[in-house]
């Protein structure tokens, strides 16, 4: 006997096994089962879906079968497609999620520390000054390079402490610097000026 029921299985539209139980009912009828089963969904809400399940005449199955099954299978098995779909994009967006988690963490970390040494290095500088020691106050003083977002901060320190250690004037030092003019000696003559008594008496 020449059937055509595996050709169309062949044409139903489905991922997976698909599983068919047939047993005996009542009154010479067939009781058939089709279960879908997709071992690459790992949801477990496909256990839930039940089977499709029929109590039909042999006569009747043969006439219209594939027509009742077409449509349910082909629905059961787009959804545990999806369904798969939807767990790898939900396993991907939990592996984005985290990235950006231990990026944000990281960021906040790096600019605690940034912050900490920058209140650590101004903290040497406050000690400094207050020792007087301007110059290698300045000098320890954050590069506005490395803070941008203090320059105004930065700028306002240095400032600060260079006009307390700064060269006094160009005139000021010239001022010091000129030597005062030597004052003039009296000059005493040696030979006389006028006569001896020696030269008055031999007159």
């Keep these: 006997m020449n059937t055509n029921f595996f050709n169309q299985i062949q044409q139903l539209d489905f ?12 009154e ?22 039940p089977p499709l399940t029929f109590n039909a ?11 009742q099954i077409t449509t349910p299978i082909q629905k059961v098995s787009g959804l545990m497609v999806d369904m798969e779909e939807f767990l790898k994009q939900l396993e991907e967006a939990k592996k ?7 990026k944000a963490e990281k960021a906040k970390k ?3 520390a940034k ?7 101004m903290a040497k500088v406050d000690e400094l000054e207050k020792e007087g020691k ?16 203090k320059a105004d901060e930065i700028r306002k320190r240095k400032t600060s ?11 000021g030092t010239m001022e010091e610097a000129t030597p005062e003019p030597p004052q003039a000696e009296e000059v005493t003559a040696d030979c006389p000026t006028g006569t001896t008594d020696e030269e008055e008496n031999e007159y």
Excluded: M
């Design 57 to 67: 005449t042999p006569q009747e199955f043969d006439e219209g079968f594939f027509q």
């Design 134 to 149: 301007f110059r290698e106050a300045w000098i320890k003083v954050p590069d506005i390079a490395d803070y941008s977002e």
């Design 115 to 121: 912050d900490k040494k920058y209140k650590d290095n």
């Design 15 to 26: 991922t997976g096994v698909l599983q068919l139980n047939i047993s005996k009912g009542a």
């Design 28 to 49: 010479n009828n067939l009781i058939v089962s089709v279960l879908l089963h997709n071992e690459q969904c790992g949801d477990n809400a496909k256990n839930l879906i």
């Design 161 to 171: 402490l260079s006009d307390k250690f700064a060269s006094p004037s160009l005139f």
């Design 96 to 102: 984005q999620s985290a990235i950006e988690k231990d």
């Design 110 to 112: 790096e600019k605690e």
